[in-house]
């Protein structure tokens, strides 16, 4: 028993030691997308259904054959210590390719409210950059995420992959659906209270 305890302290310590190392760049998207195919900002005001929808798409291409990573980066926050990559969505492409090399060497895209980011080590992306070049990103959260689809769509085309035609903007949002409720509620209360008058009245 000593002698598992031991190693599994000594396992923490390693484990802690490497941490450091492994996140000293502190940018949130190159661990996030170490596993996963899609990388949202914690801060993005988009409904859970919007964001779900998205990684379904991106889920789709990946089954389709076309291999691809997104990270929606909406303001510098998103970068952690790397804000001097701001707005620069290229630049920022190549290091969080770089960052995922040793788990991942296909297709990234980045997408920022000023533009977009590809990288694919050892291929061209002049195609790639072309094709993006043709498509605006719109302003807001909703926006940022319509064009991600939009993008990747677009770039999926091109090798021969139509994926599903959604857009964020398509489902509801829930705060629209929250203010309604709210408008609803008042109303109610409003025709209780002229209700309850009215009989008040008819006492009298």
Known sequence: ????AALTLLAVALACAAAPAARADGD????????????????LKVTKAQEAQ????????NRAGFTLRVALISSSYDLGSIVGLWQKPKTYSRFLGA?????YKNRLLVVMPNGFGFNW?????????????????TPGPTGLVDSS???????AKASGVKLSVTTASAQPSSRNHDRLVIVLVALAALAVAVLLRLA?????
């Open 28 to 43: 949130p998207a190159s661990d996030y997308l170490l596993t996963q195919k899609v990388f949202f900002p914690y801060d």
């Open 121 to 137: 080590p050892g291929h061209s992306t002049a195609r790639e950059y072309t094709i993006l070049s043709k498509i605006p990103v």
């Open 200 to 204: 008040l009245r008819g006492r009298g």
């Open 1 to 4: 028993m000593k002698a598992v």
């Open 149 to 155: 689809v939009a993008a990747v769509q677009a770039l």
């Open 54 to 61: 998205f990684v379904a798409l991106v889920d789709e291409a």
């Open 99 to 103: 960052e995922l090399t040793y788990v």
